[in-house]
C-alpha cells in the first residue's frame, strides 16, 4: 500500500502539469511524511550532509592557477584604462 501511494502521487502530480523534479520531490515527501518514523530535521540533515561532501577537492595553489589569476587582473586592470 505505501508503494503505491508513492506512486499514484507521482502520477497525479505529474497529470496536474507539475516538472517531474518537483512532482518526484513531493511524493517523496508525502511518502516520508505518511509512512516513516524520521524526523524531517534528520531527513534534512543527512540530505545537506550528503551534498556537502566533497570527494575530490580542487587544489587551487598550483603554479598554473596563479599565473591565470595573475594575467586575468592584468586584462582586468587594461580593460578598465582602455575600455
Known amino acids: 500500500m505505501d508503494l503505491a501511494v508513492l506512486i499514484i502521487a507521482f502520477f497525479v502530480l505529474l497529470f496536474l ?28 540533515q543527512q540530505m545537506l550532509k550528503g551534498v556537502d ?7 587551487r595553489t598550483t603554479k598554473k592557477y596563479k599565473d591565470f589569476t595573475r594575467h586575468r587582473k592584468y ?5 578598465r584604462r582602455f575600455g
Open 75 to 79: 586584462a582586468v586592470l587594461c580593460n
Open 17 to 44: 502539469g507539475i516538472p517531474i523534479a518537483i512532482a518526484l520531490c513531493a511524493s517523496a515527501i508525502l511518502y516520508l511524511a505518511l509512512y516513516t518514523e524520521i524526523p524531517f530535521i534528520i531527513i534534512g
Open 53 to 59: 561532501s566533497d570527494p575530490h577537492p580542487v587544489k
